[in-house]
């Protein structure tokens, strides 16, 4: 009888929700369902020529609907789901068998056919599927580091190099924030495995590895990623409420002192950014120390997890002067908040991912590794980012850059430069006050650059809105000139109790760019210097004088005292590619984009560069030799060029 009213009063309940307005209903909610739970189990053959993928996914209907559309790989390049069939189940007949639905499939696309007159309100709809190769398509340089399945290694990570993931999505919902999870993976037992989440159980049946994942409280990855590898030992690192697992090669040469170091480095890290950005769950961090990506980059990462080159574990560690080799594993390590607690959606929002952390590794690097270079560091940055302002696309449009060398420029390291000069404009304490409250409020949530700048202005007096829109929906740095206006002599000058003649030099500084200028502006002379901040809007200019002994003298003006904030000097173009000195004394020029001077010239990467319009540049500096191949526009610049085959040449730029 309980069960009979139960069902009553529940179709009661449905029949009053499906009687009202639904035109109004469906203008605040765009979809019909909403993904509220995955249970995926992963099943790796013997055969290692496939993925076997079970995802039943708990569905909460908000309007009737006649199909569920599932996008399956969609942007995920190089896969295919295969063998797909199609199961449904309602809450509350779950003892019930399973039905098969029908489907229609378009390229990546699922419409699933959904059962007429169902009475439900949450039903459960399994989609099993294989992921494959495919065979059609001519594949790119991230495709290993995307997907791979072999008898060695098995994993899936396009968490940022891949558009969309391997598990089923409902067509139109993204950039939503993926639900909470379950990830069952069945393997050989020769498989070590590493997953999104944390690990709830492991077992080992029938020479089978079943091991079993579950989202962080409150915490879910931005992508569902999994390794599995043979011949790989876990080793495990313990601190006080806080442990770090270490997934490395049976067969490597490792040294006990680089384990602990870089567990201790993990174990700093991780807690100096939970410091600045806000404290997460899960108080463990997982390494897979790999050597199975030769053509891509050795690093990746997820929610409180990264992948790291295997080499990091043999011979003796050193860190240079820009803290390298460890930046990079400090780079990934942020990102655990930079994409992670708080998401963003790649294709419009990139870099949000890449300039946070950018920025989080220089700030770490000071901290963590007591070398005092964070000036330095954004200097270096800036320096990279000006051989190509010509050519990049603007910040906000970094997601969609072909190149990936300006994708680099334009999302890394432009943004690290801005979010460097808005800690300049706010002051340092409301910028780390702003950037906690922004981790704080969007704590696993999906979020816009509107959203942070929103953040960032309510922690603020000053009006950053502008500014930020300008510097991150235009391309290229802002811009000025400087001319001497004016100068004058006096008789107010004292040298060795002697009274002189002094030059009073008066210059304009002219706002020609597209961008405020804020800075703090550096003059000197040799009797002479100031320093003060400035605000110059567009269009305007501000005036500057400074003393000299003698006319005629060549002042010193920095617009920008640390050269480290996004303005440059107008007019004044870079080539398209970087050369930098090797520890052999070479200078090689790398990341050559096409349809830049330094393209059209015939240079191409891995060239070296003996000498700049006949000078050598034999011990000059990466930041002395990026100076040099900055030039005015219309300029000619001849470079002699040693190529591949060791043939000397020279060849003549246009700028």
């Given at each position: 009888m309980m069960k009979q009213k139960l069902i009553f009063i529940l179709f009661f309940l449905s029949v009053a929700f499906y009687a009202f307005p639904q035109d109004s209903l469906k203008k605040s909610v765009m979809l019909p369902f909403e993904i509220i739970r995955y249970h995926i189990d992963v099943d790796i053959?013997?055969?290692?020529?496939?993925?076997?993928?079970?995802?039943?996914?708990?569905?909460?209907?908000?309007?009737?609907?006649?199909?569920?559309?599932?996008?399956?790989?969609?942007?995920?390049?190089?896969?295919?789901?295969?063998?797909?069939?199609?199961?449904?189940?309602?809450?509350?007949?779950?003892?019930?068998?399973?039905?098969?639905?029908?489907?229609?499939?378009?390229?990546?696309?699922?419409?699933?056919?959904?059962?007429?007159?169902?009475?439900?309100?949450?039903?459960?709809?399994?989609?099993?599927?294989?992921?494959?190769?495919?065979?059609?398509?001519?594949?790119?340089k991230y495709e290993n580091f995307a997907r791979e399945i072999s008898d060695s290694l098995c994993h899936i990570n396009a968490g940022i190099t891949r558009t969309d993931n391997w598990y089923p999505h409902i067509e139109g919902a993204y950039p939503k924030r993926l639900p909470p999870f379950e990830l069952s993976f069945t393997t050989s037992k020769d498989f070590e495995l590493v997953a999104s989440g944390q690990l709830t159980d492991e077992q080992v049946k029938d020479n089978k590895r079943i091991t079993k994942w579950v989202n962080y409280p409150e915490i879910t990855d931005r992508s569902l990623f999994f390794y599995a590898v043979k011949g790989f030992t876990k080793i495990t690192k313990s601190f006080p409420d806080f442990k770090i697992y270490m997934y490395v090669s049976s067969n490597a040469k490792i040294m006990d002192t680089n384990i602990n170091y870089i567990a201790n480095l993990v174990y700093k890290t991780y807690r100096f950014f939970e410091d600045s950005y806000g404290n997460v769950p899960g108080n463990e961090f997982k390494i897979l120390f790999n050597s199975f990506w030769a053509s891509t980059s050795n690093y990746t990462s997820g929610f409180n997890f990264c992948a790291a080159p295997v080499s990091y574990l043999s011979g003796e560690i050193k860190t240079d002067y820009m803290g390298f080799p460890h930046r990079t594993l400090l780079h990934e390590i942020s990102h655990t908040w930079w994409g992670n607690v708080v998401a963003f959606p790649s294709k419009t929002?990139?870099?949000?991912?890449?300039?946070?952390?950018?920025?989080?590794?220089?700030?770490?690097?000071?901290?963590?590794?007591?070398?005092?270079?964070?000036?330095?560091?954004?200097?270096?940055?800036?320096?990279?980012?000006?051989?190509?302002?010509?050519?990049?696309?603007?910040?906000?449009?970094?997601?969609?850059?072909?190149?990936?060398?300006?994708?680099?420029?334009?999302?890394?390291?432009?943004?690290?430069?801005?979010?460097?000069?808005?800690?300049?404009?706010?002051?340092?304490?409301?910028?780390?006050?702003?950037?906690?409250?922004?981790?704080?409020?969007?704590?696993?949530?999906?979020?816009?650059?509107?959203?942070?700048?929103?953040?960032?202005?309510?922690?603020?007096?000053?009006?950053?809105?502008?500014?930020?829109?300008?510097?991150?929906?235009?391309?290229?740095?802002?811009?000025?000139?400087?001319?001497?206006?004016?100068?004058?002599?006096?008789?107010?000058?004292?040298?060795?109790?002697?009274?002189?003649?002094?030059?009073?030099?008066?210059?304009?500084?002219?706002?020609?760019?597209?961008?405020?200028?804020?800075?703090?502006?550096?003059?000197?002379?040799?009797?002479?210097?100031?320093t003060q901040h400035i605000k110059i809007e567009k269009g305007e200019s501000t005036i500057v004088q400074i003393k000299s002994s003698v006319k005629n003298q060549n002042i010193l003006i920095q617009v920008d005292k640390d050269r480290s904030f996004p303005i440059r000097e107008t007019n004044i173009i870079g080539g398209g590619g970087c050369a930098f000195p090797q520890n052999d004394g070479k200078v090689v020029i790398w990341d050559v984009v096409e349809n830049t001077p330094f393209a059209k010239a015939g240079i191409t990467s891995g060239m070296e560069l003996l000498a700049i319009n006949n000078d050598s540049i034999t011990g000059e500096s990466f930041e002395e030799i990026t100076s040099l191949l900055m030039k005015t526009k219309g300029d000619k610049c001849k470079l002699q060029i040693r190529n591949k085959k060791n043939e000397t040449s020279e060849v003549e730029m246009v700028y």
């Open positions: 053959p013997e055969s290692y020529d496939r993925i076997d993928v079970r995802a039943k996914l708990k569905l909460k209907e908000l309007y009737p609907a006649d199909t569920l559309k599932i996008t399956l790989c969609y942007g995920f390049k190089g896969t295919l789901a295969a063998n797909i069939n199609v199961l449904y189940e309602s809450e509350f007949f779950l003892n019930e068998k399973e039905k098969p639905l029908s489907f229609i499939k378009d390229s990546t696309l699922l419409k699933i056919i959904l059962p007429k007159n169902y009475f439900m309100l949450t039903q459960f709809i399994t989609i099993s599927y294989s992921l494959i190769k495919d065979k059609q398509y001519k594949g790119d929002d990139y870099w949000l991912f890449e300039s946070f952390a950018k920025y989080s590794e220089i700030i770490a690097v000071p901290k963590l590794l007591n070398i005092n270079n964070e000036t330095f560091l954004f200097q270096r940055v800036k320096l990279a980012c000006l051989p190509y302002l010509d050519y990049t696309k603007s910040i906000s449009e970094s997601g969609n850059e072909q190149d990936r060398q300006l994708q680099i420029v334009s999302s890394y390291y432009q943004g690290a430069t801005l979010l460097n000069f808005l800690k300049y404009v706010m002051g340092e304490d409301d910028f780390n006050k702003g950037l906690k409250d922004y981790v704080t409020r969007n704590k696993n949530k999906t979020v816009t650059t509107a959203d942070f700048i929103k953040t960032m202005q309510e922690n603020t007096k000053q009006d950053i809105t502008g500014l930020l829109n300008d510097y991150l929906y235009n391309p290229d740095y802002a811009k000025y000139s400087i001319s001497n206006i004016l100068y004058r002599d006096t008789d107010s000058f004292v040298l060795h109790n002697y009274k002189r003649a002094y030059t009073l030099h008066t210059y304009k500084i002219s706002n020609t760019g597209n961008k405020v200028i804020f800075s703090e502006l550096y003059a000197k002379s040799d009797i002479d210097s100031l």
